[in-house]
């Protein structure tokens, strides 16, 4: 394992190494709605795929910069679509991937994305994601939404995607994380009794979101459970506000409670479930920072020999802080470090991870990493886990 470990990093920092001594090259193919308004991938991305203040108002505003922007090049007034078909795809690869004590991977292709996104009708925008991975034998799996942009304070999204989807600050998103692996807040089952699903799942969910004012982010979902295409029983509430304290500084809390009925695929009974926590987002210059803390509770999946309903409880963590070497004013060269923490069976079981991640920008749209995973911290009797992969990622 450490002589692999060692010829892939030493591959890896030799390319980057290499790459610093090149210029930064402009891609020829370049993400739908960069390509449409004519402008680089960072004046809306941090690092690309991170968010900065102007990408999250795009993304409020229903794919446009301003309320009320009136469409460019459409067919007609009484088509509204965009001449010009906005269509984008995601090619990932992962030459390298090997897990402590297990086999080295050569996935060439580890993953497809093709996404389908822009202004339906004047204050209607829709957004449509098919993906293929690996390890599902590339089943194509599918996320969407469809809104509805009244105003600035009220906007109505029909979703098959994650509870907190129309949320455009980072610290929750999937999407658009930098690493391979997963922040503990949304990547945690914990008690099991959201259908056993995570923070990150899909569900059926429909959302309200908006800004009373410039500073202030809401949003209120009403969702199914996850993984249910259905949405049956729906029985699930959650709920978000972020505040721009400063305009490089934001603080949130959010949360989701809800039942999941004994109808569902893995709750024998009625079991209720609930979800609280705070986060942070900031960013300085070239730095960013994320961070988040969670706590749950979740009904047992079974009476005890009391006849009662038991509950657990369990709380998790993570921080994480990025850095944006710049090169011609873009991202160049990212290095990224992330702390996790979180704890399983009522509390009795507590896991910290670390995570590393170098990224080099080979073009804004193009980029390829190396990142070390390590458990630091397992409970008494299990195995430290740890993980090295090398990955490419390319956005056309």
Known sequence: MRKHLIRATSALFAGLLLSALLPVAEADAIPAFARRNDLACSTCHAAWPLLNETGRKFKENGFKFARGEEAGN???DFLNLDANFPISAIIVARPFDKKEGGDHKIRAIHEF????????????SGFVEIEGEDEENFEPAITGWLTWHPSEAVNVQLAYGAAFGADSYDTLANARRLTRGRNAVIDQKFGGADNNGKLRDNRQV????????????????????PKDAEGVNAAT????????VLPELTVGAFGMVGTCKATAANCDLDRDFQRLGFDVQGQYGNATFHGAYMTTKDDANALDINGLLPETKNSA??????????????????PSVRLDQYEKS???????????????????????????????????GMTKGGRFTIQIVAGF
């Open 237 to 244: 509430f959650n709920a978000r506000v972020a505040y721009d």
């Open 113 to 124: 994305e093709i996404m389908i996104a822009g202004t339906i009708y004047k204050n209607v």
């Open 346 to 380: 009522d509390g009795t079981q507590d896991f910290t991870e670390v995570t590393m991640n170098l990224s080099y920008y080979m073009a804004q749209n193009v980029k390829v990493y190396g990142e070390w995973f390590k458990q630091v911290d397992v409970p008494a």
């Open 206 to 225: 429909i959302s309200i979101y908006g800004r009373p004012m410039p500073k202030l982010f809401y949003l209120v979902g009403y969702s199914g459970n």
């Open 317 to 334: 963590w993570y921080a994480e802080a990025i850095y944006a070497f710049q090169k011609d004013g873009r991202p160049w060269i990212v």
């Open 74 to 76: 459409v067919i007609s």
